[in-house]
């Protein structure tokens, strides 16, 4: 049993692996294949994979995340502006500070649960935000965004010798630029290496144990458990993949800026990993996946696009679609993702995962729930 | 002292938009076991409202610039005011107020949709998934707002008799300097209104008789043959009527935008967290008090010692009491301990 639920892992993990470094192949067809929407997917699958880890693991539903994506790409900037434009520090640096911040805001919020937790962690991310904004502008640069600038220090590279010139240095990996399509598997690689963690924590006792405080902490505790430990290590460990997640949107794109903390970066992470399915191990790219690439789509349409979509439409039926349309485009489609989310808790609370299990239920066995439609047994007996 | 007293009534009036805020989650809460974050939508909404009457009053039409005589100008003029230049005018003048007997039809009709096509569906959901599609609802109301009027905030003015200050200082007798918008005074004595008929109407009528009944012990209220089921939904009706009516009046003290909604809802639940969960007075109670906090923690000589506190005072006091008194000033045992 263990054995085979061992290799159906690495087969799973392998297949992972395969199916994101060969995505410039694969999703050429859909025209997804260019490297800054493939980063994005890549990115985000981080940030989803961490955060299903405190959610999807231990169903504390943590409203703040954003808050360590935020801090990671504050530290990733820093660090290219003082120390190296070399990245692996910069990655190292995020993930160290947005576990220490991750520890300290769940060390506080995790002495409630539930809704209070919800709302404790949605309040430290907008006192984040807030103070992003304000007080901590020296470290933040406020509105602007922190952003590199030709007298920035970076006393390692300095060292080396490594002198940029005249123009804004960007971000490598030893040489190799972090932008387009090295950039992507940069992304990717990490990905790869945070879903192989993720795999390992699932599957290990860690993981076990998370999953009996989802189904019933209280019983956990009767068993004399301490579960606190292990609640506030996937916390840390979430907010550890957000700060990841973070350093690599400044390793594409080396600025920050504190609209990144906002509660609505904190929503779309949760709708990411609930339309994937939270709780597996897939589920939470996927969903990343497809939010990321209906956002470029969606964005992309105005007006214009709209009317030559539509023009085959009689005049006044073409101006009726076109405007309700329009809603849900462009500007709108942060209409469009609070649908989907509704429409996702209301009707698939499993997600796409468990849509899809539930599709192939229906191929393999005839009737996978007997419980379903007992009435049209009797009227059909075949 | 004059600052500190301006501090105070500033901070009684963010109180009051808080306590009006949360009182309307507690009693959601309280009744429906529904954890409702879009209830700051609701707020927003019911700033819109006034917004939205506001335009229809003053759709406007072109009418013959008398004051310039070399040639033809033509000027925009209210409709209402060019047909009847008096009544109209004073219309036109006093549309927040009348505002708030447009809204709270609306309100009302917005809650009892909302909790029948939707909260109704998650009682038996966990919280997450409540919180959840709640969440997703407000974004869907902020994203129309913002389609239809548009990212920028909308000021809206209070009536023009109430448009200046109030000398607060000679009535108290501390001289001339303590001046105060008439607006936010009433907006003051409106929420101390609205807040003590809630209480009223909780405890004085049948029917808040039975909705109390119904927070204590829901199972057996309707055993009793009460169909409390209705009763509830109707309280969402009426808490989402109070929200509507702190946007309403909130307006010409802040221009409503789209997202106005979500900054006061993330408060507002920290101040139900700090009062007590399922607590009414608890709730109102902790409204006022930090906003107040926030509005002391703004001041200039309190920012220079500790800069920024004014950002995060709230989110302190919340932590402070979380820790200290894990079920917030005035909260019961056994309410929603989970």
Known sequence: ?382 | MDALILQLLNGLDKGGAYALIALGLTLVFGTLGVVNFAHGAIFMIGAFCAVTLRKILTISTQVRDESITLFEAYKEVPILEAKYPVVGSIIVDYSVPLAIIAAIPVMLALGLLMERGLIRHFYKRPHADQILVTFGLAIICQEIIRHYFGANPIPQAAPAIVAGSANIGAFLGLGDNVVYPWWRLIYLLFSFIVIAGVFAFLQFTTFGMVVRAGMQDREMVGLLGIDIQRRFTIVFGLASVVAGLAGVMYTPILPPDYHMGMDFLVLSFVVVVVGGMGSLGGAVLAGFLLGILQSFASMNEIKSIVPGIDQIIIYLVAVVVLLVRPRGLMGRKGVMED
């Open chain 1, 1 to 382: 049993m263990t054995k085979s639920s061992a290799t159906s892992d690495w087969v799973l993990f392998i297949a992972f692996a395969a199916a994101v470094l060969t995505m410039p192949i694969w999703l050429a067809p859909f025209g997804a294949n260019y490297p800054d929407l493939m980063q994005k997917f890549a990115i985000f699958g981080v940030f989803a994979i961490g955060f299903n880890i405190l959610f999807g693991l231990t169903g504390y539903l943590s409203f703040g995340h954003a808050a360590f994506l935020g801090v990671g790409s504050y530290t990733a900037v820093w660090s290219f502006k003082l120390l190296t434009m070399n990245v692996l520090p910069a990655v190292l640096f995020s993930i160290v500070v947005a576990g220490l911040f991750a520890f300290l805001i769940g060390f506080i919020s995790l002495r409630r649960s539930g809704i209070y937790f919800s709302i404790l962690t949605l309040a430290f991310a907008q006192m984040s935000y807030n103070l992003a904004y304000s007080v901590l502008t020296p470290i933040t640069n406020g509105e602007t965004g922190l952003q590199l600038s030709l007298s920035d220090a970076r006393v390692l590279d300095a060292m080396a010798g490594i002198s940029t010139g005249r123009s804004l240095p960007s971000t490598s990996l030893f040489g190799v630029k972090m932008s387009g399509l090295p950039g992507f598997y940069f992304c990717a690689v990490v990905l790869i290496i945070g879903f192989f963690i993720a795999l390992r924590i699932t599957r290990s006792p860690f993981g076990t144990m998370l999953r009996g405080i989802k189904s019933n902490q209280t019983r956990m505790s009767y068993t004399g458990l301490n579960t606190r430990p292990y609640l506030i290590w996937a916390f840390v460990i979430s907010g550890m993949y957000a700060g990841l997640a973070g350093s690599l949107l400044a390793v594409t794109d080396p600025l920050a800026g504190a609209e990144r903390m906002q509660w609505t970066a904190s929503g779309e992470v949760v709708l990411m990993t609930i339309l994937g399915g939270a709780g597996t191990l897939l589920g939470p790219v996927l969903g990343a996946a497809l939010i990321k690439y209906f956002e470029n789509i969606f964005s992309a349409f105005n007006q214009g696009t709209l009317n030559q979509i539509f023009d085959a439409l009689p005049d006044g039926l073409q101006n009726i679609v076109v405007e309700v349309v329009s809603l849900f485009v462009g500007d709108g489609w942060h209409l469009t993702l609070g649908l989907l989310f509704m429409i996702t808790v209301i009707f698939l609370p499993g997600g796409i995962m468990e849509g899809m299990r539930r599709i192939g239920g229906l191929f393999t066995r005839k009737k996978p729930q007997p419980t379903s439609s007992s009435t049209t047994a009797v009227v059909d007996p075949s």
